[in-house]
């Protein structure tokens, strides 16, 4: 081999722009989800509950949307957008769901390994807060997401939710 074709073939294995990142989501989950009963308040009682999502291809890859189904609240339906930019090399997350119908303020962020994590402003019942999702195990057969509220600008965090996936099978 010589040093070009070397050269050629270690930046090709080296290059890794995060815009495939989520192709791990695509397809059919079950979840288990734990979640504070309150939410920035001192509270460290859980709550379990099911949950499913279907997670599908936007723009050629470029984008994810996934659907969030539990009977947690009877009929409760959320989507989630997850997109690329080729420029910034990071990806946007937004949420929405069928009890407020607002598409919520993104997080943006990006992977390192099979970590990643994605942070925003938000407001949380009318105070000023940032938002953290962490994905991990995200190459592994049972990812995992976690949620997190600061009021302190980022200095400390309440970890909030977290769901653990399985693939659901046809």
Same mark, same amino acid.
């Given at each position: 081999?010589?040093?070009?074709?070397?050269?050629?073939?270690?930046a090709?294995?080296?290059?890794?722009?995060g815009a495939?990142?989520?192709?791990?989501?695509?397809?059919?989950?079950?979840?288990?989800? /734990?979640?504070?009963?309150?939410?920035?308040?001192?509270?460290?009682?859980?709550?379990?509950?099911?949950?499913?999502?279907?997670?599908?291809?936007?723009?050629?890859?470029?984008? &994810?949307?996934?659907?969030? /189904?539990?009977?947690f609240?009877?009929?409760?339906?959320?989507?989630?957008?997850?997109?690329?930019?080729?420029?910034?090399?990071?990806?946007? &997350?937004y949420?929405?769901?069928? /009890?407020?119908?607002?598409?919520?303020?993104?997080?943006?962020?990006?992977?390192?390994?099979?970590?990643? &994590?994605?942070?925003?402003?938000?407001?949380?019942?009318?105070?000023?807060?940032?938002?953290?999702y962490?994905?991990?195990?995200?190459?592994?057969?049972?990812?995992?997401?976690e949620?997190?509220?600061?009021?302190?600008?980022?200095?400390?965090?309440?970890?909030?939710?977290?769901?653990?996936?399985?693939r659901?099978?046809?």
């Open positions: 081999m010589s040093n070009v074709q070397e050269a050629m073939q270690t090709s294995t080296q290059v890794r722009d495939r990142d989520f192709d791990f989501w695509v397809g059919k989950w079950n979840i288990r989800n /734990r979640r504070l009963h309150e939410r920035l308040k001192g509270c460290t009682e859980w709550i379990e509950f099911e949950a499913t999502s279907v997670a599908r291809l936007l723009l050629g890859g470029m984008g &994810i949307e996934d659907e969030y /189904r539990t009977e609240w009877s009929g409760f339906v959320g989507s989630a957008y997850q997109f690329f930019n080729p420029e910034t090399k990071q990806w946007s &997350i949420w929405v769901d069928n /009890r407020r119908g607002v598409l919520e303020p993104p997080v943006v962020g990006s992977f390192t390994g099979d970590v990643g &994590i994605f942070e925003g402003v938000d407001t949380y019942e009318g105070r000023p807060i940032r938002v953290r962490t994905w991990s195990r995200v190459t592994s057969a049972a990812p995992r997401w949620q997190a509220f600061s009021t302190d600008g980022g200095v400390t965090w309440e970890t909030n939710w977290v769901m653990d996936f399985t659901a099978t046809a």
